[in-house]
């Protein structure tokens, strides 16, 4: 069973990869999606380093 799920995973990501590498529409589709959550991840990151500098200042302003 589990050696049937590894080889399925192995051959859709193989068959994703050519996909992808012979089809512009599905290139450009992933590029704009890592573009997306690249994007996403940033602002997340931005939002918690303002939240923890925040929190960073309450507590000096405490002591």
């Known amino acids: 069973m589990e050696k049937m799920f590894c080889l399925g995973l192995v051959f859709g990501a193989v068959g994703g990869a050519l996909l992808v590498a012979n ?10 999606s890592q ?15 303002q939240a923890q500098g925040s929190q960073t200042s309450e507590k000096k302003q405490k002591n």
């Open 35 to 49: 573009a997306d959550v690249i994007e996403k991840v940033n602002e997340m990151m931005d939002e918690r380093l």
């Open 23 to 32: 089809s512009y529409k599905a290139r450009s589709l992933v590029k704009k």
